[in-house]
Antibody, heavy 119, light 108 residues
């Protein structure tokens, strides 16, 4: 089955760190650019970061630059997001999403993992 | 920074036509995509390349583009269409992805 499964979410104190993982299956993971998208409670979707298939190109939304690090391990079919210096406003469901290789839309989504930043 | 602007809410009665707009300066250069999201679920792609419909998406969903505005049209709205709808595109360089703020469609 083609799917993405996120893990690693949880409760963390402000200023803390967390590492999210996304396990891919059912498709050739190494052929696709992968992304993280988040959604704060009751709010809209926000693109977080992208990484190209070979990790050559990495991009972040401005509010995440310097605090978040995206990475991948193609041998393990896994995507990661290291989040440091977490703030209350980082509280959100974090989705792993596959980027279509031709037109630039997200064609496969995970179910998300909830990150709560609170003291 | 670049933004995509959507109306926060649209309300229609069943059987009517709903139109949801999305405006952005780079839309003449970059394709737009539309997603439907229901509570507790991941987004689902409804329209790609401004006006193309993925397989399995009902024909009542259509998309169009004119200048800096793209529009999602839902003809003959059904109760099951009540959801949040998001447009998505990229900046003019095609490097950074972004979403509109989302539009809550209410079926009266």
């Amino acid at each position: 089955e083609v799917q993405l499964v996120e893990s690693g979410g949880g409760l963390v104190k402000p200023g803390g760190s967390l590492r999210l993982s996304c396990a891919a299956s059912g498709f050739t993971f190494s052929s696709y650019s992968m992304n993280w998208v988040r959604q704060a409670p009751g709010k809209g979707l926000e693109w977080v970061s992208s990484i190209s298939s070979s990790s050559n190109y990495i991009y972040y939304a401005d509010s995440m630059k310097g605090r978040f690090t995206i990475s991948r391990d193609n041998a393990k079919n896994s995507l990661y997001l290291q989040m440091n210096s977490l703030r209350a406003e980082d509280t959100a469901v974090y989705y792993c999403a596959r980027l279509d290789g031709v037109w630039g839309y997200f064609d496969l989504w995970g179910r998300g993992t909830l990150v709560t930043v609170s003291s | 920074s670049y933004e995509l602007t959507q109306p926060p809410s649209v309300s229609v009665s069943p059987g009517q036509t709903a139109r949801i707009t999305c405006s952005g300066d780079a839309l003449p250069k970059q394709y737009a995509f539309w997603y439907q999201q229901k509570p507790g679920q991941a987004p689902v792609l409804m329209i790609y390349k401004d006006s193309e419909r993925p397989s399995g998406i009902p024909e009542r969903f259509s998309g169009s583009s004119s200048g800096t505005t793209v529009t999602l049209t839902i003809s003959g709205v059904q109760a099951e269409d009540e959801a949040d709808y998001y447009c998505q595109s990229a900046d003019s360089s095609g490097t950074y992805r972004l979403f509109g703020g989302g539009t809550k469609l209410t079926v009266l």
